[in-house]
């Protein structure tokens, strides 16, 4: 019983809470005791807010009205991102003073819409990798196969949806770290219009791309959070004014006939399963009854465009850390310290990065003038074993719509031949969040993907 619970989605949960067939109580304790089953072997959670969350969930069954479609919902929190009274770690090791005061603006919607919070999720160090393989935290597995990053660096968030750890989770996204690990793992992720999220309470990567975001079991979920983190007059609002029925993000599947996407005929180097699974994402649109308009992969220089906005985050971050890299050798890693050494400033190379970034949002918006969404692979490969080396291209696709400041979103669409999830893009026009969401949930419904009973049937414990 408790495992058929933990598989439904937010809607079907809230009908539940709603009729008192269960309440959020139950459900907090059910999720907690998965956690305490899996947690350990999975390494998703750096810190639990049991006490609080239990008092969050009844506070939730004593309201008359239902704050929102979330409330009574667990969800989990990435730990670059300010909860009130815990640590926010940024990935770094522990050190005192770093207790948030005051949650985060995110975290502040969630709370008033009556969301239940967990706690706080594993990441790469400084938000800045792609295997959540932390120094001080530990790796957090992949729940689909031993031995497997679930990428990053909200590997935590995602692997903890995946797993059945959490309703839904907050992750972050600056050149694709909430969309290539939810890949990974076979859940879906959206990064929202840049600012549409706020991100005060966050902390900051590189502020130009940074996006907050939500990693779901489906795109109505999805877009459940999206409605409740996107409220500007949040504390304003009653009760009885946010309820299921009022909410603003009403996604609904569109006329496909209507729809104009933006498709590739071929990629370099992209696993033959990826590819695979992207041509029957494109043949199923053209079942459907899309404008198709063929896109040249070379017109965007996605591995440059990629690496133009690596550079420009990493010197960012190098010029702010550089002073707490000598000053405290305890909280950061080797490996960081290492990769942010400074080095004298190059500024053709930022001038070349910066103007090339450029380019890339002026040729992104001339093709949106062309079509609605961009339809691409979420990652060139499936996921990965800890053991070798990250690939580069990771987010290659996915840093595009961090430059243009794009919604975008990965939902899963079907397995490798080895049994891994394989994740596919919708990427829309600034502002046009809820038209891609829409799409999504209309791709969504022909995808071959089912999901299993995670971690029971694929996690080896062993590893």
Same mark, same amino acid.
């Given at each position: 019983?408790?495992?058929?619970?933990?598989?439904?989605?937010?809607?079907?949960?809230? =009908?539940?809470?709603?009729?008192?067939?269960?309440?959020?109580?139950?459900?907090?304790?059910?999720?907690?005791?998965?956690?305490?089953?899996?947690?350990?072997?999975?390494?998703?959670?750096?810190?639990?807010?049991?006490?609080?969350?239990?008092?969050?969930?009844?506070?939730?069954?004593?309201?008359?009205?239902?704050?929102?479609?979330?409330?009574?919902?667990?969800?989990?929190?990435?730990?670059?991102?300010?909860?009130?009274?815990?640590?926010?770690?940024?990935?770094?090791?522990?050190?005192?003073?770093?207790?948030?005061?005051?949650?985060?603006?995110?975290?502040?919607?969630?709370?008033?819409?009556?969301?239940?919070?967990?706690?706080?999720?594993?990441?790469?160090?400084?938000?800045?990798? =792609?295997?959540?393989?932390?120094?001080?935290?530990?790796?957090?597995?992949?729940?689909?196969?031993?031995?497997?990053?679930?990428?990053?660096?909200?590997?935590?968030?995602?692997?903890?949806?995946?797993?059945?750890?959490?309703?839904?989770?907050?992750?972050?996204?600056?050149?694709?770290?909430?969309?290539?690990?939810?890949?990974?793992?076979?859940?879906?992720?959206?990064?929202?219009?840049?600012?549409? !999220?706020?991100?005060?309470?966050?902390?900051?990567?590189?502020?130009?791309?940074?996006?907050?975001?939500?990693?779901?079991?489906?795109?109505?979920?999805?877009?459940?959070?999206?409605?409740?983190?996107?409220?500007?007059?949040?504390?304003?609002?009653?009760? =009885?004014?946010?309820?299921?029925?009022?909410?603003?993000?009403?996604?609904?599947?569109?006329?496909?006939?209507?729809?104009?996407?933006?498709?590739?005929?071929?990629?370099?180097?992209?696993?033959?399963?990826?590819?695979?699974?992207?041509?029957?994402?494109?043949?199923?649109?053209?079942?459907?009854?899309?404008?198709?308009?063929?896109?040249?992969?070379?017109?965007?220089?996605?591995?440059?465009?990629?690496?133009?906005?690596?550079?420009?985050?990493?010197?960012?971050?190098?010029?702010?850390?550089?002073?707490?890299?000598?000053?405290?050798?305890?909280?950061?890693?080797?490996?960081?310290?290492?990769?942010?050494?400074?080095?004298?400033?190059?500024?053709?190379?930022?001038?070349?990065?910066?103007?090339?970034?450029?380019?890339?949002?002026?040729?992104?918006?001339? !093709?949106?003038?062309?079509?609605?969404?961009?339809?691409?692979?979420?990652?060139?490969?499936?996921?990965?074993?800890?053991?070798?080396?990250?690939?580069?291209?990771?987010?290659?696709?996915?840093?595009?719509?961090?430059?243009?400041?794009?919604?975008?979103?990965?939902?899963?669409?079907?397995?490798?031949?080895?049994?891994?999830?394989?994740?596919?893009?919708?990427?829309?026009?600034?502002?046009?969040?809820?038209?891609?969401?829409?799409?999504?949930? =209309?791709?969504?419904?022909?995808?071959?993907?089912?999901?299993?009973?995670?971690?029971?049937?694929?996690?080896?414990?062993?590893?």
């Amino acid at each position: 019983m408790t495992k058929d619970l933990l598989s439904l989605s937010i809607r079907q949960i809230g =009908a539940r809470l709603s009729v008192g067939q269960i309440s959020a109580r139950a459900l907090t304790e059910a999720y907690l005791a998965r956690i305490d089953t899996y947690g350990g072997l999975l390494n998703c959670y750096i810190t639990l807010n049991v006490d609080s969350a239990l008092a969050q969930a009844d506070e939730a069954d004593k309201r008359a009205v239902r704050r929102s479609a979330l409330d009574g919902i667990a969800v989990a929190i990435k730990d670059n991102i300010d909860v009130a009274g815990l640590d926010t770690s940024n990935g770094f090791g522990p050190r005192s003073g770093i207790t948030a005061d005051k949650d985060a603006g995110v975290v502040r919607n969630l709370r008033e819409a009556g969301a239940v919070i967990l706690g706080k999720m594993n990441m790469d160090e400084a938000a800045l990798g =792609a295997t959540t393989d932390n120094s001080h935290y530990g790796r957090t597995k992949n729940p689909w196969h031993k031995g497997l990053t679930p990428g990053g660096s909200s590997g935590g968030a995602a692997a903890a949806v995946a797993a059945r750890l959490c309703t839904a989770a907050i992750g972050t996204d600056t050149l694709g770290s909430i969309r290539i690990p939810a890949a990974y793992c076979g859940v879906s992720g959206f990064k929202p219009t840049y600012d549409l !999220v706020s991100t005060l309470g966050v902390k900051p990567l590189y502020q130009p791309l940074d996006h907050v975001g939500p990693l779901c079991r489906s795109v109505d979920d999805l877009a459940m959070l999206m409605d409740v983190i996107t409220r500007k007059d949040s504390g304003d609002l009653e009760p =009885a004014a946010i309820t299921d029925a009022t909410a603003a993000w009403q996604i609904k599947e569109p006329d496909m006939s209507a729809v104009k996407v933006g498709i590739f005929d071929a990629f370099a180097d992209v696993d033959a399963d990826v590819w695979h699974t992207y041509a029957l994402a494109v043949r199923n649109l053209r079942f459907s009854g899309v404008g198709i308009n063929k896109l040249e992969p070379s017109e965007f220089d996605l591995a440059a465009t990629r690496f133009s906005g690596f550079y420009l985050l990493k010197e960012c971050l190098s010029e702010r850390l550089e002073n707490d890299l000598a000053d405290f050798p305890d909280v950061y890693s080797a490996r960081l310290c290492n990769f942010l050494k400074r080095r004298p400033m190059d500024v053709d190379k930022l001038n070349k990065a910066g103007a090339l970034i450029q380019k890339t949002r002026n040729f992104i918006n001339k !093709v949106f003038d062309q079509v609605d969404v961009i339809v691409l692979p979420t990652t060139p490969q499936t996921a990965f074993p800890f053991a070798s080396k990250a690939p580069v291209n990771q987010a290659d696709f996915t840093a595009l719509a961090n430059i243009a400041g794009c919604p975008s979103l990965t939902i899963p669409y079907g397995l490798s031949k080895s049994g891994l999830p394989v994740g596919v893009q919708i990427m829309g026009p600034p502002h046009e969040d809820q038209k891609v969401l829409s799409i999504g949930m =209309a791709m969504e419904s022909t995808a071959k993907f089912i999901f299993p009973q995670l971690p029971e049937t694929r996690f080896d414990s062993s590893v």
